[in-house]
């Protein structure tokens, strides 16, 4: 007998909800029938902190429907802090968090599940487009994600949300990964496992407004940059070692051009290849602090050293060593 989570996050959304229900039940009845005898689903919703009557809605969908559950946050507390703690609290042997806007087709939800049932651990939706998107946003995401897999040192799948299939063993890994800057698309690539992607269009928005601000997308994306990253630290080691190189030799020259050619301006030269040799030391000596700090930041943030996926013939592994 297995079970579905389905990870809902609602912020304000009393007018959302029970579209979302509605849509959402024929999808997963389909998914249910795929998983076999006694199947059965858990709608969790996460109220993030509303303000409007969606935790009354919640608590009567939930006193109304033996598969609806909700739990709420004492204040809005964002995104990724209400989908983690749906994610802790998910009872299933899958769970996919999901918007409760219907931007995230639950016709998918089918899909995904035949590849978890076919020995996917992760399956991903990824949006085949972004034409419900503005051209700015379009764009933006685009820059974003080639910035950050640049950098990163494991890719983050561009155009993949945090709609996904995660299965128990990847949900128990995440429920260890105890990181405050949260970014769960980072995280969600981060952990491995045995992928399948599905694509599907996006739809806009079903009902009520965006809960993201543009403010708050710019923070999500130096969250996911820094999160997921040690490299901006770096550069500066090899922009400062550069810059003292050239200066360095720029020092060179002035000392032959003054002792050939003779002083014209007093000074100039002392003063140029003082100026000259301590930026470059400077930046040098930021980029070795970065390098430190850089550690530092790959210490605080305690991931595991690595996850295993199986060991063949002996007992299960626990899901996470540390080291
Ligand atoms: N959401 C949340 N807390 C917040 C903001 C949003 O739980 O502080 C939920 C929201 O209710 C919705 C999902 O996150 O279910 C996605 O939000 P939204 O549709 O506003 O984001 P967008 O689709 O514009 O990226
Ligand atoms: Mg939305």
Redesign the pocket.
Known sequence: MRTLSIV??????QD?ISPFLEAARPAVARALALMGNGATVEYLF?????SDRTPDILGILSRLNGDVRHIRLSR????E???AAGIDHAAGDAVIP????L?DPPEVIVEMVRHWLAGAQVVNARRADRSSDGWFKRWSARGFYRILNRLSDYPIPENV??FRLLDRQAVDVLRQLGEQARFNKGLFSWIGFRVATVDYVRAA?GA?????PWG??WSLAIDGITASTTMPLRIWSYVGGVVALVAMAYAGFLVVRTLVTGIDVPGYASIMVAVLMLGGLNLLSLGIIGEYLGRVAREVRQRPLYIVAETPGAEPAPAVERL
Do not use: T
């Open positions: 809902i996050p609602v912020y304000n959304e959302s996460v109220d993030d902190g509303s809005n507390f964002g995104k802090a209400a989908l999901i918007d409760v806007d931007q949300g945090d928005r009520g407004a965006s809960k993201w708050k997308l």
